[in-house]
């Protein structure tokens, strides 16, 4: 069965600093891999993906991921963090085994928070 | 987030009650998504329609009611519902086939009482 799955429930980290958010996946073939943010009482927010090519995918806000098939997994970063960035991140896997229905699976989420 | 637009943004209903919520999406994609997002627990998908026709309903009680009219158009109907379905409510659209990136919009806070 496909999942994904995001190790930490919080990451802190100071202003400037850089920053990564972890994810590791488990899928039956090509995974299909997705970031997205979710502010506070807002909907989630499309950050990038990896179909194929570059294993380094860069994103909006500064954001970038990179995937590395021999560790499964899909970890954000981004150089220099900004309080601004403090959201929740979510990792999701796209499940082909349900056909055509486009279902993501989702991680539970990780709380960023960069404190200044 | 205009690419999907949901109403209302928060609505708060009593257990008799009967209401529907709605949800837009301007973006021309083919595929839309109810999902359930309560606290502490990870985003559910509810139910999929693929060009109107409903591919997947993930075991959702009968209380929700989904509506697809058009490609465009999503409504989930709501009747009898329980305190523990308070949660926020998303919306999705995707090009299935395309990009197959799913775009969200911000979504309905639903309180129960």
């Known amino acids: 069965a496909q999942s994904v799955a995001q190790p930490e429930d919080q990451v802190n980290v100071a202003e400037g600093n850089p920053l990564t958010v972890k994810c590791t996946y488990s899928v039956s073939g090509n995974p299909y891999l997705f970031w997205y943010v979710q502010y506070p009482n807002r909907g989630l927010q499309f950050l990038l993906k990896?179909?194929?090519?570059?294993?380094l995918v860069k994103g909006s806000y500064g954001f970038e991921a990179e995937f590395n098939k021999s560790q499964t997994s899909f970890h954000l970063k981004k150089p220099s963090a900004l309080v601004s960035d403090s959201a929740l991140y979510f990792c999701a896997v796209r499940d082909f085994g349900s056909g055509n229905t486009g279902k993501l699976i989702f991680g539970q989420g990780t709380t960023l928070q960069v404190k200044p | 987030e205009t690419g999907v637009t949901q109403t209302p943004r928060h609505l708060v209903m009593g257990m008799t009650n009967k209401k529907s919520l709605k949800c837009e999406q301007h973006l021309g994609h083919n595929a839309m998504y109810w999902y359930k997002q309560s606290a502490k627990k990870p985003l559910e998908l509810m139910f999929v329609y693929n060009f109107k026709e409903q591919t997947e309903n993930n075991s959702v009680p009968s209380r929700f009611s989904p509506e697809c009219p058009n490609s465009s158009h999503l409504f989930l109907h709501l009747h009898t519902l329980q305190p523990e379905d308070s949660a926020l409510y998303l919306c999705?659209?995707?090009?299935?086939?395309?990009?197959?990136?799913?775009?969200f919009g911000p979504g309905t806070r639903l309180l129960v009482l």
């Open positions: 990896y179909i194929t090519g570059d294993n």
């Open positions: 999705a659209s995707s090009q299935e086939g395309g990009p197959e990136t799913q775009y």
